[in-house]
């Protein structure tokens, strides 16, 4: 019998024949997709490094490169908007490769009848977020999908950065004995998100942490602490991040869930919707694995910045399991902190 | 954080593991009920702190667990209709039918949401006249009342686009049901403090005479557990067989009543087909005849819709206490969060998934 093998067909890569919202969730399944259809397809020594962006050299000049597409609903929310987030993701995304971010640009996908006073709102605020974290939208582009196609609204960003420090940060420059930094409480985000989502009131309105990232991180750099990788904490939140680096590294990563500072109205939130903080999206929050000699340096520094002054050391880097994270509760009992499947979705009782 | 810290207190915790200690003579098998209660356990590692010789086996009190395959079918047969939007809790979106589960139904075009209380779906059905609003209705007694409520709410409203697909089931003769198994090894229980402060705990009292076995009713944090663990020992170790209340700040013996009345109302006692265990008798509720009407099942003619669960799965053992989920071949192999093959290993109170997320490693060293 002929065995015949299409070269257009690939191997199943996936046990889902559609794209589920999980396979964008920060999770397993987005990780899924990445190495299994992503990263076969496009794979070069830059893309394997696996970090928030690439880093690559010019006539001399070390340069960042990333992009990100923002989606979020609704478009406005407490503490920021679609554009914020448009301005400050792709800024950290650069800083995180120890760049000072320097040019963007963006792409406007627009849904028919979306009203041009929310579209202005948004350009202001863009216009605002890239004047404080210092950089020029340089280029962009415009597109209007027929009314039902689009979400009122996506954007998606570009940038650049300048590499000024001699450094490389990267998952891959992680080695056990690094101390793990944390800039600040988790959770805001998403909570904001999902109480204006879902309609949930609070006594308090939670308000989203959105910021750029690169003032804490040339302060850490321009102080010289000798920092191996740095992430910022999105979708899938600290837990996802530490799992992602952990992972791309080899390592075992081991953190104190007392030192991960978790604001009251945000964990109130979280225990009535059946959801662990450590997994919920921030938007300006960042990891910092350092060598351990700096460490008090870098609290110092971090603390003497706005974004970092709720800044902990929550954790140590080992050699022990390859890409397993673990986290010691209150009692002093470790668990496996797991990547989720997906987002993590409310439970019943 | 206020009514939360408290209960979690590292030293209080560790003093309650050590009268434990000091009060075990011999080995005991305990078994929490709630889903709840085994997420707290392997989440704090709670059963870590336990002197050597007590074991806890983790019982059948996870809603989304015990759903049967069947219902899960009919959820999804109704999910795909063009004019139903489906309201569900999240975490029954992820679990697996005969083919599939609601969330590719979703991806495929289904209008499936995720809701956090019944009365969101009645307000939804109010918004969208032209559309079938259905709302499935997982849940021990805990979410009956709220369920209830709904439903009385859509018949005042005049509401003829609003139903349930009811898969609701009842802890007793579940508890009941794993007492007079041949397997049974549990020697004493903590009852799901959540069920009783709905039902109260006089349901227990008949169990406890006819089996001779202690019932602590119970809460959820850390110390909740432990001190309902010591009751349970403590009785045990007297020789007793009581009922027990731990869970005071939540729970009288006679219950809810305003909600109970309603539950009764509304609802319906019924046989109910347990995912894994297979059908007990009286250990569901569905809608009583005044309010047939809202039934999705008959509403969209699924009631004929029947499936078989995945050969390898061994949920029903874990479910009954029976065995401990690494104890399974396919466990983290070929059933994962990712690709459960039973619903022990989707819902975040399923036992194979909380020792999945939180045991993985330990599991596989010991």
């Known amino acids: 019998m002929k065995t015949s093998i299409t070269p257009n067909c690939p191997l199943p890569f996936s046990n889902h024949s559609n794209v589920l919202l999980a396979h964008g969730g920060g999770g397993r399944l987005m990780n899924e997709l990445i190495e299994k259809l992503f990263l076969p397809a496009f794979r070069n020594r830059l893309l394997d490094q696996r970090h928030d962006g690439a880093v690559i050299e010019v006539g001399g000049q070390r340069l960042a490169f990333t992009t990100d597409s923002y989606v979020v609903q609704p478009l406005f929310f407490p503490g920021g908007d679609i554009g914020t987030l448009a301005i400050n993701g792709t800024v950290n995304d650069l800083a995180m490769c120890g760049a000072r971010p320097k040019w963007m640009s963006a792409g406007f996908i627009i849904e028919e009848g979306l009203a041009m006073e929310t579209l202005a709102r948004v350009v202001r605020s863009m216009e605002q977020a890239a004047a404080v974290a210092g950089v020029h939208l340089v280029t962009g582009d415009t597109k209007v999908v027929d009314k039902g196609k689009g979400d009122g609204l996506f954007i998606n960003t570009a940038g650049l950065g300048v590499l000024e420090h001699n450094v490389v940060i990267a998952p891959s420059r992680v080695v056990a004995g690094d101390v793990v930094l944390l800039s600040g409480d988790v959770g805001r985000h998403g909570m904001a998100i999902m109480s204006v989502r879902e309609g949930l009131q609070f006594e308090s309105v939670i308000e989203s942490d959105c910021a750029p990232l690169v003032g804490p991180v040339m302060a850490l750099l321009d102080a010289g602490v000798e920092v191996h990788c740095l992430r910022d904490l999105t979708r899938g939140g600290l837990a996802s991040a530490l799992n992602e680096i952990a992972g791309v590294a080899r390592v075992q990563v081991d953190i104190d869930e007392s030192a991960v500072p978790v604001r009251d109205d945000v964990r109130g939130a979280c225990e009535i919707l059946g959801l662990d903080p450590l997994y919920v999206a921030n938007e300006g929050r960042l990891v910092a694995f350092i060598s351990p000699r700096d460490l008090p340096l870098a609290l110092d520094v971090l603390h003497a910045h706005p974004l970092g002054e709720g800044a902990t050391f929550i954790g140590t880097v080992g050699a022990g399991t390859p890409g397993l994270v673990t986290v010691k509760n209150g009692l002093g009992v470790a668990r496996v902190l797991d990547l989720l499947s997906g987002e993590q979705l409310p439970r019943i009782c | 954080m206020k009514f939360l810290d408290e209960y979690r207190d590292a030293a209080l915790t560790r003093q309650l593991a050590a009268k434990l200690a000091q009060r075990v003579t011999r080995p005991w098998t305990l078994m929490e009920v709630c889903g709840g209660q085994t997420h707290a356990i392997v989440k704090f590692g709670l059963d870590t702190l336990l002197p050597p010789g007590l074991e806890l086996v983790h019982g059948p009190g996870c809603p989304v667990c015990v759903t049967p395959i069947e219902l899960i079918d009919k959820a999804l047969e109704i999910a795909a209709r063009p004019e139903v939007i489906f309201c569900s809790f999240g975490d029954m979106l992820r679990v697996p039918g005969s083919k599939m589960d ?141 009922v027990e209340n731990q869970y005071t700040r939540a729970v009288r013996r006679e219950g809810n009543r305003p909600a109970l009345e309603l539950v009764r109302e509304v609802f319906r006692v019924v046989p109910r087909k347990w995912r894994g265990i297979g059908e007990i008798p009286q250990s569901g509720l569905g809608l009583s005849e005044a309010y047939a009407e809202f039934d999705a099942e008959m509403r969209f003619g699924v009631a004929g819709v029947g499936a078989e669960e995945s050969g390898e799965c061994i949920s029903g053992l874990i479910l009954q206490g029976v065995r401990k989920p690494h104890e399974c071949p396919a466990f983290g192999a070929r059933c994962t969060p990712d690709h459960p093959l039973g619903a022990t290993m989707v819902s975040s109170e399923g036992a194979c998934a909380a020792y999945h997320r939180y045991r993985r490693v330990q599991a596989a060293t010991h």
């Open chain 2, 102 to 242: 609601l969330l590719s139904v979703k991806a495929r075009g289904g209008d499936v949401r995720i809701v956090y209380s019944p009365i969101d779906a009645v307000k939804l059905a109010q918004d969208k006249p032209s559309r079938e609003v259905v709302f499935f209705a997982v849940g021990f007694e805990t979410t009956a009342p709220a369920n209830a409520i709904a439903v009385a709410q859509a018949r005042q409203f005049g509401l003829k686009n609003f139903s349930l697909l009811v898969s609701h089931v009842l802890v007793p003769p579940a508890m009941e049901a794993i007492l007079a198994s041949p397997d049974n090894r549990v020697q004493g229980f903590l009852a799901a403090g959540h069920v009783c402060a709905i039902m109260g705990y006089t349901e227990y009292e008949p169990l406890v005479r006819k089996h001779r076995v202690p019932i602590v009713v119970t809460g959820f944090e850390p110390l909740d557990i432990l001190q309902g663990l010591l009751m349970c020992v403590d009785l045990l170790e007297s020789g007793r067989a009581e």
